[in-house]
């Protein structure tokens, strides 16, 4: 079952502008410090590298980055064909749709801007930030695992918690690693969480989310 009060109430939209903000701001302000003061340091890289590689494994992304993307498309093909288990249907779809054009957006989107990561930054001279051949914004990494975590808290508001808790770790650890600016994951997160409501209110508009059972008196 869908969170009404997410969609309804546009709180997803929120959060993804108050992320494109932040966004905005570290451009213009703290990804270039920042990244400096991390090329001096190792900041654990074991540790996060590790911690990343798990959830990698967990969500299906490693070994093969397509097997999460085969067993959400099977997950739908199969609860619409069984009726049994139709009624899951759009939650399947609502998933597999937010993380198939999530990771559409992020590949064109880092053609588009072209943004080099930290290190190379670094090695340009300060050179500009945008259009200059590289891969860095926004982070792959970050859109990946919230178009999973983030359809998943809104279909199951229990899970919250622990999947807003993924989300962060792996943004922490990409610029920790100092493989992302602070912008290249703040705006991964906001593109994400605009292409969630996206999807929630397509699939929900195609194929109505399913009530809850009334409570027994």
Known sequence: MIDSA???GRSLLVVSAIAAAITVLCIFSLDEPCARWLAT???F????????DVLEHLALIAPWKW????????GVVIALAVPYWRRAAPAWMFVALTHLLARNVMMWSKLAMGRLRPPEWIAHRGGTFFRDGGYSFPSGH???FASIALPIAVIWP????AMFAIVGFV???RVAVNAHFISD???GFALTAAITYLCARLVRRASPWPTPPASPR
Not at 45 to 52: A, N, T
């Open 45 to 52: 890289p074991g540790f996060w590298d590790r911690g990343v």
């Open 158 to 161: 229990r899970s919250r918690l």
């Open 6 to 8: 997410i969609v309804r």
């Open 142 to 144: 970050v859109m990946l």
């Open 185 to 187: 994951v703040t705006g």
């Open 67 to 74: 097997a999460g993307v085969y067993v959400l498309t099977g």
């Open 41 to 43: 340091r190792e900041m």
């Open 171 to 173: 943004m922490i650890a």
